[in-house]
């Protein structure tokens, strides 16, 4: 079946959207919209799932915006609030039903950079064999103006930092993004094919369902490459703080949930990496192993040391071996260790 916009490599925007009342939320989405009528590529469409909003007005109000804006524009409506994750699913199955074949995720708040679809057209007719690309991400706040690195708290600046690690391109490359990197795209970098999104759908947990997926992906053996050049605003206000951090109960129960969720993606990810002969046992456990001492660096120096602690703990009794060889001195002092069971 065509494409919706004429063409058939056209790109698909999934957008999960939740309106709880707060004003900033429509506006932000219609800035969100604004930057996709800005592109310089016009091979472009939107399908946004309203995640069973609550507030007044919000079908209405999607309507409108459908009406009015310059491409095509499909809302869809999930039958109960369940997180980005479910939402984002809803539009991925209803872009495929549509005949696309190539997927671009960007988050109510967030702005598409102008060349997006142009640059991710071009590199996919390039790379026949590619599954998934990312882009970089530039912090913004409510205003739309850049943040100075300096002031972004400690999780948002090892992200920004490591952006500046030498891209991941090629197979198997879900090793290097586990133990290495904290995130290599948030979803509004996240660009790909429809085959994949389908085979590897977004889980159902709440939060942290991006990292999980990310993984998920990578472990499936997906091929991956880096879009320069086209870098999404990533918003992130100043007042207020982060949303996912109040919405779990604030910065500890988020943390918690982040280890759990991502840890679960993880662990699916090696197990079909072993699956498919491309890792084994003891390697997964190993990989497993220098992620849980990675997140817990992570999750301490975003406020949650005990966390962090136990987190090493863990690390510790999954696979001494490598952590002796990856922890700190300080980190293997620290970290008690756990008898052997008899």
Same mark, same amino acid.
């Given at each position: 079946?065509?494409?919706?916009?004429?063409? !058939?490599?056209?790109?698909?925007?999934?957008?999960?959207?939740?309106?709880? &009342?707060?004003?900033?939320?429509?506006?932000?989405?219609?800035?969100?919209?604004?930057?996709?009528?800005?592109? +310089?590529?016009?091979?472009?469409?939107?399908?946004?799932?309203?995640?069973?909003?609550?507030?007044?007005g919000t079908t209405d109000f999607l309507s409108g915006l459908a009406a009015s804006v310059? &491409?095509?524009?499909?809302?869809?409506?999930? !039958? @109960?609030?369940?997180?980005?994750?479910?939402?984002? *699913?809803?539009?991925?199955?209803?872009?495929?039903?549509?005949?696309?074949?190539?997927?671009?995720?960007?988050?109510?708040?967030?702005?598409?950079?102008?060349?997006? /679809?142009?640059?991710?057209r071009a590199l996919f007719a390039a790379e026949p064999e590619l599954d998934f690309?990312?882009?970089?991400?530039?912090?913004? #706040?409510?205003?739309? +103006?850049?943040?100075?690195?300096?002031?972004?708290?400690?999780?948002?600046?090892?992200?920004?930092?490591?952006?500046?690690?030498?891209?991941?391109?090629?197979?198997?490359?879900?090793?290097?993004?586990? /133990?290495?990197?904290?995130?290599?795209?948030?979803?509004?970098?996240? *660009?790909?094919?429809?085959?994949?999104?389908?085979?590897?759908?977004?889980?159902?947990?709440?939060?942290?369902?991006?990292?999980?997926?990310?993984?998920?992906?990578?472990?499936?053996?997906?091929?991956?490459?880096?879009? !320069? $050049?086209? !870098?999404?605003?990533?918003?992130?206000?100043?007042?207020?703080?982060? %949303?996912? @951090?109040?919405?779990?109960? $604030?910065? #500890?129960?988020? *943390?918690?949930?982040?280890?759990?969720?991502?840890?679960?993606?993880?662990?699916?990810? =090696?197990?079909?990496? /072993?699956?498919? &002969?491309?890792?084994?046992?003891?390697? &997964?456990?190993?990989?497993?192993?220098?992620?849980?001492?990675? =997140?817990?660096? +992570? /999750?301490? $120096?975003? $406020?949650?040391?005990?966390?962090?602690?136990?987190?090493?703990?863990?690390?510790?009794?999954?696979?001494?071996?490598?952590?002796?060889?990856?922890?700190?001195? %300080?980190?293997?002092?620290?970290?008690?260790?756990?008898?052997?069971?008899?």
């Amino acid at each position: 079946m065509p494409s919706p916009t004429g063409h !058939p490599e056209s790109v698909a925007f999934v957008i999960p959207y939740f309106d709880d &009342g707060p004003a900033w939320r429509r506006a932000c989405l219609r800035l969100t919209l604004a930057s996709l009528e800005r592109q +310089t590529d016009p091979h472009w469409c939107v399908y946004l799932t309203d995640d069973a909003s609550p507030a007044p007005g919000t079908t209405d109000f999607l309507s409108g915006l459908a009406a009015s804006v310059s &491409g095509s524009m499909t809302v869809l409506k999930a !039958p @109960r609030n369940a997180g980005a994750g479910q939402a984002r *699913n809803l539009a991925i199955e209803a872009a495929h039903r549509d005949g696309h074949s190539l997927l671009a995720y960007l988050d109510a708040d967030d702005l598409a950079h102008p060349h997006r /679809v142009a640059a991710v057209r071009a590199l996919f007719a390039a790379e026949p064999e590619l599954d998934f690309a990312y882009n970089d991400i530039e912090f913004i #706040d409510e205003h739309g +103006t850049p943040w100075e690195t300096d002031r972004l708290l400690p999780g948002l600046r090892l992200l920004d930092e490591q952006q500046r690690l030498p891209k991941l391109r090629g197979r198997e490359r879900w090793i290097e993004q586990a /133990v290495e990197r904290d995130n290599i795209a948030i979803p509004s970098a996240m *660009n790909l094919r429809t085959t994949l999104a389908r085979a590897v759908p977004f889980t159902a947990a709440p939060f942290c369902e991006d990292v999980a997926t990310l993984f998920r992906y990578l472990g499936s053996g997906a091929a991956i490459d880096h879009v !320069p $050049g086209i !870098p999404t605003g990533y918003r992130v206000p100043r007042e207020g703080g982060s %949303a996912s @951090r109040r919405q779990s109960g $604030g910065v #500890d129960a988020f *943390n918690r949930m982040r280890c759990a969720n991502e840890r679960a993606g993880l662990e699916e990810a =090696i197990a079909t990496a /072993v699956s498919r &002969g491309a890792a084994d046992e003891r390697t &997964g456990r190993a990989v497993l192993c220098r992620y849980l001492i990675r =997140i817990g660096r +992570t /999750v301490t $120096g975003d $406020g949650s040391p005990e966390l962090g602690r136990s987190q090493l703990v863990q690390a510790r009794a999954l696979d001494p071996e490598t952590f002796a060889e990856h922890a700190t001195a %300080a980190e293997r002092t620290d970290t008690p260790a756990v008898p052997a069971p008899r």
